[in-house]
């Protein structure tokens, strides 16, 4: 009477710890290629292919919508190829629920999209984004979990990562996928993912403007 059980999903304990790592490693590689993928924002604008583009009629919303798309897209394909390896190596099965999969999978690869071309706006130059994107992201998955996992740490640090996209991240993965659970409880989740993703897309919008400008 003094001990509770959970039952997540009925998988091995080695399994889950693979699971885990699969959507906590594959949220922090979204963050690191989607900056990447942002940096361009740079070079055109450095070779002055950003002002030929912003001089037409969609101007600096078009760029900034067209890379957010591709950086989501290529984020989703990320996503997938990692939790096939896991599927194929360690039978970890998260395809069983495929609808779940590709929610979680849609709106962590949005966020990062969305987060990578904010943070890239916010800079004046190349190095100074590079840097910062850098740091930022490690910052966020060490202290989110996708480094070590939450309950290692202390107290503290757990309600430190809810502040993070990467701990939202894992606790939509787990919702969705590990726990034996309605696809409800990760309503939450889900919803401050897809705010993650809207806010800094507006920030990005907001944020070109000036890099355009400069």
């Not at 897209?73 to 779940?100: E, S």
């Not at 100074?128 to 640090?157: D, E, H, Y």
Request: aromatic share 8%; glycine share 8%; hydrophobic share 60%.
């Amino acid at each position: 009477d003094l001990v509770g059980t959970e039952t997540v999903g009925g998988s091995p304990a080695a399994r889950n710890r693979v699971a885990y790592y699969a959507g906590a490693i594959a949220f922090m590689f979204l963050l690191l290629s989607a900056a990447q993928g942002a940096l361009s924002l740079m070079d055109e604008r450095d070779s002055g292919v950003l002002d030929r583009i912003v001089a037409g009629p969609g101007g600096i919303g078009v760029v900034v919508n067209g890379k957010f798309l591709w950086l989501a897209v290529q984020g989703l394909a990320q996503t997938a190829l990692i939790f096939a390896v896991a599927r194929l190596a360690y039978h970890v099965d998260a395809l069983a629920l495929p609808g779940r999969w590709l929610a979680v999978a849609m709106l962590s690869s949005a966020a990062a999209a969305g987060i990578a071309l904010a943070l890239v706006t916010a800079c004046r130059s190349r190095a100074q984004a590079q840097t910062l994107t850098t740091v930022a992201i490690l910052v966020m998955s060490a202290v989110g979990g996708s480094m070590v996992p939450r309950f290692f740490m202390p107290g503290w640090l757990q309600n430190l990562g809810w502040i993070t996209p990467n701990t939202w991240v894992l606790e939509a993965w787990s919702h969705a996928l590990w726990r034996a659970e309605p696809l409800s409880a990760a309503t939450l989740p889900l919803a401050m993912l897809a705010l993650c993703a809207a806010v800094t897309l507006l920030a990005a919008h907001l944020l070109a403007r000036r890099l355009a400008r400069g």
